[in-house]
Structures are given as structure tokens and as C-alpha cells.
């Protein structure tokens, strides 16, 4: 009986470095882009957030739905609850934020976030366009975070005291 014995070959050999350096190179080639990856997921993460907050702020009533009323609010929300339009804001919404911003920490429970973030409404004029800022509320700390973004918003402003409709501007920043 011929017994057959393994052999290694100089073209065997040859192959199975260039197998092993090509599995390297492409091991360190997706590697590198790993980090860049996740830092572009965290952008995104950040910025969805912003944009959530946005929505809830000018289409979403809150609950209770007549909170800017003087009622406990459990669920802030701009959007004007004698209307069911989009991007069409309460003034006595507004004023009633304005009042509880005073206490950052509710504002934040009341949103459900525990990220910082400053919102802004600026008045639009109708003439030229300028912007005047009406309204802040932000943390009372100034954070640093390496990822920012902002998202701005046109809306209108639903001023019950005058009885008019003005153009306006909502700005988050996170």
C-alpha cells in the first residue's frame, strides 16, 4: 500500500502568505473606518433628537391640551389647541414656557430628555424679514459637548391677545 505523506511546496507556502497578508490588510482597511462610523452614528443620533424635540414642540398640544391655561402640565406642546394645523403655535403657550423655564430640570422632565438644550423663538417681520428674538429658555449651565446641532423651524404664532397670526421662527439647539 502507497502511503502518501503532506508536502509543502514553495507555491503553497507563496499562497498562504498572501491569503494571510490580503485577510490582514482588509482586516485593517474596515478597521480604520470604524471610528468615523461611530462618531457619524452619534451626529445622527443627536440630530433626530433635535428634530423630535421640534416636532413635539410645535405639533404636538401637550397634555393636558389647554396647559398654557394654567392647568399642571404633565406634557409640553406649542401647537394650538383650538386648531388641528401644523406649525401653527399658541402665544399663551409660549408665555406659560417662558414663565416655567425658570426651573430647567421640569422642563427637561416634562420633554422627557436628559440631553441640554436651548429652544428660541424669534418674531419674523413681515416687511424685510428681520428676526426678533421674543423668547429663550435654555440650561442654565453651559455645556460643551463635542456634537451640536440646530434645527430651525418656521412656524406661525397664533396671538390670541391681538388676534392676529405672525410669522415666527423656532430654534432648537442641542
Do not use: H
Not at 459637548?145 to 405672525?166: D, F, H, M, S
Amino acid at each position: 500500500m502507497l502511503e502518501l505523506k503532506a508536502q509543502l511546496t514553495i507555491e503553497y507556502l507563496a499562497s498562504f502568505i498572501t491569503f494571510i497578508g490580503l485577510i490582514i490588510f482588509i482586516y485593517f482597511t474596515y478597521s480604520g473606518n470604524i471610528p468615523g462610523f461611530i462618531e457619524e452614528v452619534k451626529k445622527e443620533d443627536v440630530r433626530s433628537k433635535a428634530y423630535q424635540l421640534s416636532e413635539i414642540l410645535v405639533n404636538d398640544p401637550g397634555y393636558p391640551i389647554d396647559w398654557g391655561g394654567g392647568n399642571p402640565i404633565k406634557r409640553i406642546g406649542l401647537s394650538d389647541e383650538n386648531s388641528n394645523k401644523k406649525n401653527l403655535i399658541s402665544f399663551s403657550k409660549v408665555e406659560r414656557l417662558e414663565e416655567e423655564c425658570s426651573d430647567f430640570n421640569n422642563i427637561k422632565e416634562w420633554l422627557g430628555l436628559n440631553k441640554s438644550f436651548s429652544i428660541f423663538v424669534f418674531n419674523i417681520s413681515q416687511s424685510n424679514g428681520d428676526r426678533d428674538r421674543s423668547w429663550k429658555c435654555s440650561s442654565p449651565e453651559l455645556i460643551k459637548t463635542a456634537i451640536n446641532t440646530t434645527v430651525r423651524r418656521v412656524i406661525v404664532l397664533n396671538n390670541t391677545e391681538t388676534g392676529r397670526l405672525e410669522l415666527a421662527e423656532i430654534i432648537v439647539q442641542m
